[in-house]
């Protein structure tokens, strides 16, 4: 991916001429013509390793020939060069067709009951490219079938033609090498070291890329055959990566989804969550009617008019705020934020269900909204600094974007925290060790270049002072800042202005002539002025009494700090949900209208490049209604207009708004608090959610969530040794609240700090603690 | 009439051989002196000068090896030396390393000082413990005496044992700690070698040969052998002869000459065929016992000197259960990387099996031949090629006892008949 004009070498293949880039693959220049030489170790995103001998073909240079067929895998042009492949030469034919030959003479031709057949390319070459009948007399090689190399992945022995693509992946793609050819001759296999099971963030792609039915998904096996599936184009709704997808549905139930092909974001690989995280959508407690809160208190089901109703007059009937979670498309984002301003006449919306901060609103509204910064930009950047981000648990195609980069350039990587993480370490970074919160003061200090890009997470927002930092590291450098959410939905709900302060498009709501190029597309006479509530501010506001109605989309309570007040709140507001499933919102709302999932809708997410990401519904028949459906349709009902009956309509409003090109929102200076000291048994937390973890869109994933990483809570050597622990000890960690107790892990970690996950099985932080990151605790030996 | 040179094996007969006093006695490091003393460029010339040629098989100029390394390139260099002799019939490498091993560690100083390296790894095979505590001895033994140690120093790896970390690239990945199979080459070892660093792998007796080359000359060296294979060599006869063993003779000997020097095959018994240079090169018959073994001579004659590995067999001996064992064992030891050789092998052994038993038809043999053609020449080493050169060499000259096993309906030979203890009675 660069632009730099490389030279470009012809060369003959059959017959015909074709100019390629220095360094390009005998077998890619084939391609190029649309000849398709038969492979299976090859791989153009792995290193070649010339293994399973399919695609040799006959190749000479300036008249010399090569004295034997030649793998056309492993083989760069060179000028001159005449490739002859089993389409003109009678001898890589033979060679071809005797390599296919053996490779079936193992293998136990068991198409009917794999996963595989029907989209096999064993199965498929051995049908272009081998012989109808085997001359194999002999006795067949059989292993034990079929081994868990993880909770997630099976391995059936006797299928898999040793191409290597699965262990090949796992050491230079993942970083990741927990599984490895072993044993040799025909018996040679793939396997897992002894303890140490196959758990890794992306082992679902081996799984795709394997050429064989060798590696199974356990949650696909014998779910389906390939041509029984409809599949979709998609983008997933994990993460602000933004990957290309594809969903393949059967009868209306989706049963896998797969990583798609996109060079410029994803590659071809995804995550396992990505991958394997989908039975959300079809777990039980789905919503399938509109409820209403009777007078008896109890919700029972209700029509869809009796539900709008209900909705619209308790909308009306209060000062009324949006709360709409980081997962809503783009559109429905855009919906949410016309919404609050047409139908309820406020600014107090807030897309940031979870930790957040003013600070960070300003630096998302003065230097994120519109921001360009891009995966090239990783490509080609000269050092990348991250600051509050774990790319690999949350953001991992980010991570293998920068595992490439370091892999292949060894680009510089600095990480700004304050435990050493498996990903960092994979990265090869270097960790620059901060107390919790003291992140400010590294920042300034780190000198970067134009070339250099800034990864922000959206932790960045839990210290003061960092976001600020960041920006006058930025201004000081001129280095480029990208901040990537954890959410899909984050980014796009900026840009929709689904934030107190901002109207679609990055406009300030303060700014009069940005309020005026809303007001003419919305034909509306006038929006609010005044800056509105933050999601904190706003459970307070309901709390006070201030404000009466919430309308409630794809949020989780208890992801935000404080959430014993958010759920409060929620019990003392009319509250209407628009839900997917039941949830700690949908119990205590007022009026539930269920909302179409992601599989059953069209849309898109803004990933953290602000690259659109759209999908089509993969669902065909499904009655449920996107979420700027419902929102049009209570506005109606409140006498108002956001006329966005579908998705279309919302893309076309959204493109007719054009650029903001007026003065952006400033950022005020934050300082950093000083360093607050601990002793003895007080630590100061720090935190950040696992990719694999308890997450609402992870339910029902069993074999998924048997990979997640151990939960522990790791301090340094030096407390460890005040406190008398070692690893494996109890540690038990406590705050007023309430306390966890986990395992410990003595790590590389500042000395201050004890790190535990997010929300993962048995540490919940905010629920347990009520604190995530910059608080003290105590921690001591349990 | 050509006669023994003995240079490697000059004083095996004496007790005391293998210590580092008799090989001082007969003037052992005056070599690794006279070369340190020299520019490293000029030891090379003299190696190039020499026509000494790489005496693992392939036969490739040492000298011309060792001036691929790039010079002055501020990286640190390797020698490897290859000690992991495993195939069956070829048996120089651990006698010389157990009679004068010695001149392994002289000749590793000076080819480490010519490529200007400071560190020789000697890769041996994991099986031979005697020849490793023996060649350990004679390395600690130069520490000693201050031969190694000032800026070179020499390294004893023991293998675990497989064929293929005798391919040189194998043996690297061996060497760093991984499973030995080949790499993909370029880049070759010269370029990224061990730990990605120039290095020069390179056969015991190649090594072995150096101080002696060093010692008295290129033009001495030049002055034995043939027009292209200069100097003289191991050839180890094994198999039914009357004194199997190791003779030293120039290059283009004659088998013939070697069985006259050595009291040829055992008594009243006929040469029915042969190796010349181990169970990977193509076997030869009584017609080639005057093929000049040299690498020219015996590419010419349709098959390779390799090791020099003469295996005789008499007219006791089944070819088709001869070829069975070898093909067995390349199958044991196929590294698995690449198809061909993976399965073909797993193949060929069940093909001849029932062949040898009689169970196999004419149509097999035609197969047998088809899959070798399958598997010559596209499999990702040598290894996969060397599986195929005992079956189509053996079909070539003794395609009627194929054929007469399948029409006996077994085999047509007494097993014992060929052992040892043939006729010693029940």
Redesign the interface.
Known sequence: MTTEVSEMITVVVDGFEVSVPKGTLVIRAAEKLGIQIPRFCDHPLLD???????C?VDIEINGRAF???QASC?IPVEPGMIVKTQLTSPVAE??QR??M???L??HPLDCPVCDKGGECPLQNQAMSNGQGET??E??K?TFQKPINISSQVLLDRERC??CARCTRFSAQIASDPFI?????????QVGIYENQPFESYFSGNAVQICPVGALTGASYRFRARPFDLVSTPSACEHCASGCDMRTDVRRGKTLRRLAGDDATVNEEWNCDKGRWAFKYVTSVDRLTTPLVRNSAGELVAASWPEALAAAANGLKAAKAAVLVGGRATHEDAYGYSKFARVALGTNDIDFRSRLSSDEEREFLAARVVGSTTTYLDIDRADQVLLVGFEPEEESPIVFLRLNKQVRKRALKITAIATKLSIGVEKLKGEFVKVAPGQEAGAIASQSLSAKSIILVGERAGESAGVLSAVAALADASSAKIAWIPRRAGERGALEAGAIGNLLPGGRPVTDAAARVDIAAVWGTDALPTSIGKSTQEIYAAVNSGEIGALLVGGVDPLDGENSQAALAALEKAFVVSLEIASSAVTQRADVVLPVAAVTEKSGSFLNWEGRARSFDAAVADSLNRSDLRILSMIAEEMGTSVNLATVTAAIKEIASLGKWDGARVSLNKVSAPSQSAVSGDQFILTSWRRLLDLGTLQQGEENLAGTARKTVAVISPKRAEALGVVDGDKLKISTSLGSITLNALVEDIHDDAVWAPRNSRGSQLLVNLGVAHGAVVTVVKA | MTKLTPILSAHWDEKDSFTIEAYKRHGGYTASAKALAMDPDAVIQLVKDSGLRGRGGAGFPTGMKWGFIPQGDNKDHYLVVNADESEPGTCKDMPLLMANPHVLVEGCIIACHAIRAKHAFIYIRGEVTHVARRLNQAIEDAYKAGLLGNGIDVVLHIGAGAYICGEETALLDSLEGFRGQPRLRPPFPAIAGLYARPTVVNNVESISAVPAIIANGAEWYQAMGTEKSKGATLYSLSGHVKNPGQFEAPLGITLREILELSGGVREGHTLKFWTPGGSSTPIFTAEHLDVALDYEGVAAAGSMLGTKALQIFDETTCVVRAVLRWTEFYKHESCGKCTPCREGTWWLVQLLRDLEAGKGTEADLAKLLDLCDNIMGRSFCALGDGATSSITSSIKYFRDEYIAHITHGGCPFDPVASTLFAGAGA
Request: hydrophobic content about 40%; overall charge positive; charged content about 20%.
């Open positions: 070649p390793v010339g293994a399973c001998r399919q040799l004295p034997k067929p492993t033979k060679a005797g390599v030959e053996l490779l003479i193992n001359r194999f002999g006795v090689r033609v040793l490895t050819l072993n044993e040799r001759g025909a018996l040679q």
